[in-house]
């Protein structure tokens, strides 16, 4: 028996057809797409299986899509995507009887068992409670949070928007970052501080605010492409005061909102985080500032600090997760 996964995002799609082997996900064919290239989730997946060599359609058992946007009843509207995923028409277009949407954190929430030791970093070792639910945080392209519920024999993902969130800032800087991005946004949630459009957010704060100078090299890196990867760039090689504070107040919000929601599932079973942007700047994950602002919770600072914190570094946890979750539908 076969199954089809797959892990949706604005800029990139990554499919893969799944068999059971010694109980374990065995992918038989795997591909990237770029998004933007297709009108729909049903095109791009059919030209994969169109190209699958050694997979027959037919024995497609079914199918589980993670999608970064809010999946209401059997649909998807992509925030970062012009498209509109319909499980009734995706069931229709491939053929196959059981197709679940799930958010992309579901389906990340989904791959965590499936992870080895070395794909996980481990920020605090914390105390385990095996009773304990846990929480999922995921910073790239936009913010994803999850739930991840023990029932007591496994943890069962639940989605949530929490990144859209009201941002909730602790000091002074902070009220003042709040204010200089609600002039522009009206609505600050967490997303537009702690994201790759966040990094961004930040470093024009703080330049606008006078504190550090713009000089015309980055100004040109920023302009010409992507401006997180040039801003991370920049204070990775020392070469940028300006966005060295960009990325150390990045990596403090970070620790603070992941220590938020651990608060609100009381994931004492362990908070994971993932995207794209954490296994990037690792060594800044490490260095004790995220940590430092996760566990600043008052009262509750205590039992904060044993939660046990690790970040994800295997980026098809998603996909794979989409497959084992296609398996048990």
Not at 189 to 209: A, K, P
Request: hydrophobic letters at 40%.
């Amino acid at each position: 028996m076969l199954y089809l996964a797959g892990d949706i995002g604005g800029t990139k799609t990554n499919l893969a057809v799944f068999e059971i082997e010694d109980g374990k996900l065995d992918p038989v064919a795997e591909q990237t797409f770029v998004s933007r290239k297709y009108p729909g989730l049903e095109q791009v997946s059919e030209e994969f299986l169109e190209g699958a060599e050694g997979v027959d359609p037919k024995a497609i058992q079914s199918a589980a899509f993670g999608i970064a946007g809010p999946v209401l009843g059997d649909v998807c509207r992509t925030p970062n995507l012009p498209w509109v995923v319909d499980g009734r028409q995706v069931r229709e277009r491939l053929g196959v009887a059981k197709v679940k949407l799930l958010n992309d954190l579901e389906a990340n929430g989904w791959g965590i068992p499936l992870l080895e030791a070395d794909q996980l970093v481990t920020l605090n070792e914390g105390r385990s409670y095996p009773e304990g639910h846990g929480a999922l945080i995921s910073a790239g392209t936009g913010l994803g949070e999850a739930f991840l519920f023990n029932d007591g024999k496994n943890w069962i993902p639940v989605a949530s928007e929490g990144g859209h969130a009201s941002f909730a800032p602790r000091n002074d800087l902070e009220f003042e970052l709040l204010v200089y991005l609600q002039k522009e946004f009206g609505h600050v949630s967490y997303e537009r501080v702690v994201s790759g459009m966040g990094i961004h957010n930040l470093y024009r704060f703080l330049r606008d605010t006078g504190r550090g100078e713009e000089p015309a090299w980055l100004a040109e890196e920023i302009g010409a492409g992507d401006p997180t990867a040039a801003i991370s760039k920049a204070a990775a090689e020392g070469r940028s005061d300006l966005c060295e504070q960009a990325m150390r107040l990045f990596v403090s919000l970070y620790g603070a909102e992941a220590g938020n929601l651990a608060l609100k599932c009381k994931a004492l079973g362990g908070l994971y985080v993932g995207g794209g942007i954490a296994p990037r700047i690792i060594d800044r994950m490490k260095d004790g500032t995220f940590m430092a602002a996760f566990t600043d919770k008052g009262r509750l600072s205590a039992m904060v600090k044993e939660i046990p914190v690790r970040v994800i570094l295997n980026p098809k946890t998603a996909l794979y997760g989409a497959g084992r979750c296609a398996a048990q539908l």
